[in-house]
């Protein structure tokens, strides 16, 4: 996604996160329509990057808009133990909704139960944990996403050709982001047969 994609997609989750936040709150609904005014958000990263960055201005952006408080927070590197970690202070701090990267999702579903038992608004993006009480999940349709890649590429490769494509993957194993891979592998195999699509090689987040 864009940068300007990211920071909408980040300000929906947050904004969708506090009106339900605002239903179970003593949250004013005033002329313009829902304010969140006070309520503490935070948004949990599970690692410092450009990425998490523009998810975090997005959020910011709609808790601003709402009146609500708004902190971004989490480990420099990728680190889910930690990232909980974070998530429990931050709710112990009295952080009323959160928004969180849930991976991985089985590791989270404790935290965030408890969380919710709390009364605080958990949404999930990107990463889900499925089986958690998450008051909802948003994320893009990642194999669509690769399918979509495999298009744009398919432009500048003519009928025909053969040769080799090397994805990357800064996370080996992750499946969020191996899904647009598979995306794009199978959608490059419809459009030119010749290339094929190599198993990930593992970079760094840059």
Avoid at 8 to 14: D, H, I, P, Q
Avoid at 63 to 84: M, R, S, V
Avoid at 163 to 175: M, N, Y
Wanted: charged content about 10%; some cysteine; glycine content about 12%.
């Amino acid at each position: 996604m864009s940068t300007p994609t990211v920071r909408k997609f980040a300000g929906v989750v947050l904004a969708v996160s506090l009106v339900a936040a605002c239903s179970d709150s003593t949250a004013a609904s005033g002329p313009g329509g829902t304010t969140a005014q006070g309520l503490k958000t935070v948004h949990v990263d599970l690692f410092n990057g450009p990425y998490m960055s523009n998810i975090g201005a997005g959020a910011q952006a709609a808790a601003t808009e709402l009146g609500a408080e708004f902190t971004q927070t989490g480990p420099t590197a990728l680190n889910p133990g930690q990232a909980i970690g974070t998530f429990q202070n931050a709710v112990a701090s009295g952080a009323q909704v959160a928004l969180v990267m849930a991976y991985p999702g089985d590791l989270w579903r404790a935290p965030i139960d408890a969380a919710v038992r709390q009364g605080v608004t958990v949404a999930t993006n990107d990463d889900s944990s499925d089986d958690s009480q998450a008051a909802f999940h948003i994320g893009p349709p990642k194999v669509a996403m690769g399918a979509a890649l495999a298009d744009e590429f398919a432009k500048k490769i003519p009928q025909g050709a053969t040769g080799t494509i090397i994805p990357g993957l800064c996370v080996p194993g992750l499946a969020v982001l191996q899904a647009p891979i598979n995306g794009f592998r199978t959608r490059m195999g419809q459009l030119r047969p010749g290339v094929t699509v190599a198993e990930a090689a593992v970079t760094n987040g840059d």
